[in-house]
């Protein structure tokens, strides 16, 4: 199949003319609308999938003549949203290059760079091939069943062409169909151009046979969605999950006022032990383990979460994004302390959006929120890590985890969460009406235009938007380890939280984590006793002289006194050791959230922030109503 393209029409409210080049012209956020025409000639990309066996993309790329004798093109080496050096260039092969159509020299001059020299005032095209095969949301992956090609992975610039418009042609298999976000809105298969190199990357192409997906589309706001799922489960209730997808698209539109783009697709990809999720402008990329859709609870919990956190990245991140990213510096790491807000406060809008579409109820909200605090509360390093530090090291901590990161670190998502929970918390208590949702408002109106979020900025936003000054408060939250008042923030919004032993019956034991289904320790916080005698990848085999078996060692525990000592046999590096090992007391981590009862200033602000929803909207598209379950989900 050969895939056209069309000239892109940039649309925006109201429409009208670019005064420059006398273009149909719609502003869709942070992108700013094109110079005229640039150069009168593209960047011409073809993308060859007709050989999906092989794993082998067949790239053939176009560059417009300039007056440079050297011209040096690159790969990138990381991509937006995905903070890991991960050296695309690695999977290049098979290098050609022509000059106004003659056979030319091109050399390889680092990992990720081809230089071509006498290039001044000639075309330049260059041929190669690229291996994809790594099924992950930031990768390509191609095999007999599907393509999934993204950009990023696939196709070079230089500083010359960045900024050039991109026409992209993608040939694959007959038969097969193309789905992306750079689509036309008619969803047909025709490809736009794409605004400069930046543009193009993050529009990741997925196609396949069509008997491999299943693709359904809704409108929200009076525009186009479409969720397109490859390899999808039998038996799951498609059309349930897209009206709760609406519903959290039609909520989040109501925080930012509005959606910034013509249509949007949601891409999900199913395959055993895959996650995570990729935002990009008008869509994102989903990875889902099978087992996340087999019931109604695993969907609400794993899968419309994922859906709601990489939906709210439409505006925070991809057009609201920190001042360190403009312009991304895609070959080496770049910097920012603000991911606790990109990133993290993204973590914390899946609470109330999903509450407000009417996914969560009272009971499966607490769940939820339980569970993440007591996620958070796990990680030791939240009193020695400020989460602006966390952020700013995200590429050698969150991407590269290693056993001790329990102790030495905190997730920006995790913290960012609860230190969003507690701003919104703040706010309102200082009666600024809709809370954090003020602040976001403001950030969309005053930063979606792509100039950059400041570094020392956010409190100052934030007195803009609303007359608080926070400075204090958010000093000590984010670039100090000051505990969160976030059980406060919870009972002062409407919830009680409560803490308990995970089993009364057992009160002590060693305090140490186990690597799933096994008696191998993953990873001992640093507060326990064990930490100074026993170590990760220990194999226990025994206690006080018998076989290791969990219940058992938990059940002589109760009889013992914290601080006692228990005789253990390990496996250490093939070894047989025996040490004393002390009991402690359990952590009660047993976390229950659940509204707040006999308190009606409480449950007033529990509404105002979390809504009651209302009755469901008939006919399917109506503009700015409010679209709920009349049942919400329960776990």
Same mark, same amino acid.
């Given at each position: 199949m050969t895939v056209t393209w069309a000239e892109p029409c940039y649309l925006t409210e109201g429409g009208g003319l670019d005064a420059a080049s006398g273009m149909a012209v719609?502003?869709?956020?942070?992108?700013?609308?094109?110079?005229?025409?640039?150069?009168?000639?593209?960047?011409?990309?073809?993308?060859?999938?007709?050989?999906?066996?092989?794993?082998?993309?067949?790239?053939?790329?176009?560059?417009?003549?300039?007056?440079?004798?050297?011209?040096?093109?690159?790969?990138?080496?990381?991509?937006?949203?995905?903070?890991?050096?991960?050296?695309?260039?690695?999977?290049?092969?098979?290098?050609?290059?022509?000059?106004?159509?003659?056979?030319?020299?091109?050399?390889?001059?680092?990992?990720?760079?081809?230089?071509?020299?006498?290039?001044?005032?000639?075309?330049?095209?260059?041929?190669?091939?690229?291996?994809?095969?790594?099924?992950?949301?930031?990768?390509?992956?191609?095999?007999?069943?599907?393509?999934?090609?993204?950009?990023?992975?696939?196709?070079?610039?230089?500083?010359?062409? *960045?900024?050039? /418009? @991109? &026409? =992209?042609? !993608?040939? +694959? #298999? %007959?038969?097969?169909?193309? $789905?992306?976000?750079?689509?036309?809105?008619?969803?047909?298969?025709?490809?736009?151009?794409?605004?400069?190199?930046?543009?193009?990357?993050?529009?990741?192409?997925?196609?396949?046979?069509?008997?491999?997906?299943?693709?359904?589309?809704?409108?929200? *706001?009076?525009? /186009? @969605? &479409? =969720?397109? !799922?490859? +390899? #999808? %489960?039998?038996?799951?209730? $498609?059309?349930?999950?897209?009206?709760?997808?609406?519903?959290?698209?039609?909520?989040?539109?109501?925080?930012?006022?509005?959606?910034?783009?013509?249509?949007?697709?949601?891409?999900?990809?199913?395959?055993?032990?895959?996650?995570?999720?990729?935002?990009?402008?008008?869509?994102?990329? =989903?990875?889902?383990?099978?087992?996340?859709?087999?019931?109604?609870?695993?969907?609400?919990?794993?899968?419309?979460?994922?859906?709601?956190?990489?939906?709210?990245?439409?505006?925070?991140?991809?057009?609201?994004?920190?001042?360190?990213?403009?312009?991304?510096?895609?070959?080496?790491?770049?910097?920012?302390?603000?991911?606790?807000?990109?990133?993290?406060?993204?973590?914390?809008?899946?609470?109330?959006?999903?509450?407000?579409?009417?996914?969560?109820?009272?009971?499966?909200?607490?769940?939820?929120?339980?569970?993440?605090?007591?996620?958070?509360?796990?990680?030791?390093?939240?009193?020695?890590?400020?989460?602006?530090e966390a952020s700013r090291l995200t590429w050698t901590l969150l991407y590269q985890p290693h056993e001790h990161n329990v102790n030495r670190n905190v997730s920006y998502y995790t913290k960012g969460l609860f230190v969003g929970l507690c701003l919104d918390h703040h706010l309102r208590m200082e009666g600024v009406r809709g809370g954090l949702d003020a602040v976001m408002r403001h950030l969309w109106n005053e930063y979606g235009n792509g100039r950059g979020v400041p570094e020392d900025g956010v409190a100052r936003i934030v007195e803009e938007a609303t007359g608080v000054d926070v400075s204090r408060v958010l000093g000590n939250w984010t670039n100090g380890t000051t505990e969160l008042p976030v059980d406060k923030a919870l009972r002062d919004l409407g919830w009680d939280v409560e803490r308990a032993l995970p089993d009364e019956k057992r009160p002590l034991g060693l305090g140490v984590h186990f690597k799933a289904a096994t008696s191998r320790i993953e990873r001992i916080p640093e507060d326990s006793p064990a930490w100074s005698v026993l170590q990760p990848d220990d194999e226990l085999v025994a206690a006080e002289g018998y076989k290791w078996a969990a219940d058992a060692f938990a059940e002589h525990a109760a009889t013992r006194e914290a601080g006692d000592l228990v005789r253990l046999h390990v496996f250490r590096e093939g070894r047989l050791r025996a040490f004393d090992v002390p009991l402690r007391e359990m952590p009660k981590d047993k976390i229950t959230v659940k509204p707040r009862r006999g308190d009606a200033a409480a449950t007033r602000r529990r509404k105002a922030w979390l809504g009651e929803g209302a009755a469901e909207a008939k006919g399917g598209g109506t503009t700015g109503q409010r679209v709920r379950r009349s049942k919400p989900r329960k776990v």
């Open positions: 719609k502003r869709t956020g942070a992108f700013t609308p094109p110079r005229a025409f640039r150069g009168a000639v593209p960047v011409h990309v073809r993308l060859d999938v007709t050989e999906p066996g092989t794993h082998l993309v067949r790239v053939t790329m176009r560059f417009p003549p300039t007056g440079d004798r050297e011209r040096r093109f690159r790969m990138a080496a990381w991509v937006p949203g995905s903070y890991k050096i991960r050296d695309f260039g690695r999977h290049v092969q098979d290098m050609g290059c022509r000059l106004d159509g003659k056979a030319a020299r091109v050399e390889q001059t680092g990992k990720d760079e081809w230089t071509v020299r006498a290039a001044a005032d000639r075309e330049v095209e260059l041929a190669y091939r690229v291996y994809c095969r790594e099924l992950t949301v930031d990768t390509s992956h191609v095999t007999n069943d599907h393509a999934h090609l993204f950009p990023a992975t696939l196709v070079l610039y230089d500083e010359r062409s *960045r900024g050039e /418009k @991109h &026409r =992209l042609e !993608v040939e +694959s #298999p %007959p038969g097969w169909r193309l $789905w992306s976000g750079l689509e036309t809105p008619a969803f047909r298969g025709t490809l736009e151009d794409a605004d400069g190199y930046d543009h193009l990357i993050d529009c990741p192409i997925e196609c396949g046979p069509a008997d491999g997906y299943h693709v359904a589309t809704f409108n929200a *706001r009076r525009k /186009k @969605h &479409r =969720l397109v !799922v490859w +390899s #999808p %489960p039998e038996g799951v209730d $498609w059309k349930r999950i897209v009206h709760d997808m609406r519903a959290i698209v039609e909520e989040t539109a109501r925080v930012f006022d509005g959606l910034p783009y013509a249509h949007y697709t949601f891409l999900a990809h199913v395959a055993k032990d895959h996650g995570g999720g990729l935002e990009h402008r008008n869509s994102t990329v =989903l990875g889902l383990d099978p087992l996340a859709l087999t019931s109604d609870e695993k969907i609400m919990t794993r899968f419309l979460p994922l859906v709601a956190h990489e939906f709210f990245h439409t505006w925070n991140v991809k057009r609201i994004l920190p001042a360190a990213f403009r312009p991304y510096d895609l070959q080496r790491e770049v910097y920012t302390g603000l991911l606790w807000l990109f990133e993290g406060v993204t973590s914390y809008y899946e609470l109330p959006i999903l509450y407000r579409a009417g996914v969560f109820d009272d009971p499966s909200w607490g769940k939820v929120v339980a569970e993440m605090l007591k996620h958070y509360e796990m990680a030791l390093g939240r009193s020695r890590r400020p989460v602006t």
